[in-house]
């Protein structure tokens, strides 16, 4: 299978002839969520605030959060406190432990760490946050009055040759 292309290169290639009506109907009706950050739920950990932080400034840039994202961020800086947390006990009291019968067992913060680890890479995934997803991910089109220098420059540019 090859390789994903970005998504600046597929429009730039113009629509696809070999998509079908009820496809390009469906992209035509996909909901556009406000972008922006937003409001940090109440149930958040402490300790989640401080991923949160970090996060939010990172993904508005990317432009891929929106205030609708607010739940799945949320969900992500909760396991990524889960697994710091799992590996810090790991790292303090090893990966295994002598149970009753004398044999040795993986201890119970190994496979929390595990699952929280695969919890947090499949979100990150969800945002674009790992160098193979983010082509998988678009940028969120539509008005954030943010001024786009590039686009200005651009504009500029274009003005400039119709002279």
């Known amino acids: 299978m090859p390789a994903r292309r970005p998504a600046g290169i597929r429009e730039l ?36 605030h401080e991923h949160w932080a970090y996060l939010v400034p990172l993904l508005a840039d990317m432009r891929v959060l929106s ?58 995934a969800r945002f674009g946050l790992t160098p193979a997803d983010r082509t998988r991910v678009a940028a969120i089109k539509g008005k954030d009055n943010k001024p786009n220098p590039l686009a200005e420059v651009l504009s500029a540019t274009q003005r400039r040759r119709k002279r």
């Open 13 to 48: 290639e113009g629509d696809r002839k070999h998509r079908t009506k009820p496809e390009k109907a469906r992209q035509q009706a996909e909901p556009t969520p406000t972008i922006g950050a937003p409001a940090v739920p109440e149930w958040l950990p402490e300790e989640a």
């Open 67 to 124: 205030v609708a994202d607010g739940l799945a961020l949320a969900l992500l800086c909760n396991e990524l406190v889960r697994y710091l947390e799992a590996d810090k006990e790991v790292r303090e009291n090893g990966t295994t432990q002598v149970c009753q019968s004398g044999y040795e067992q993986v201890t119970p913060a190994v496979t929390t760490r595990t699952g929280a680890l695969k919890q947090v890479i499949g979100l990150l």
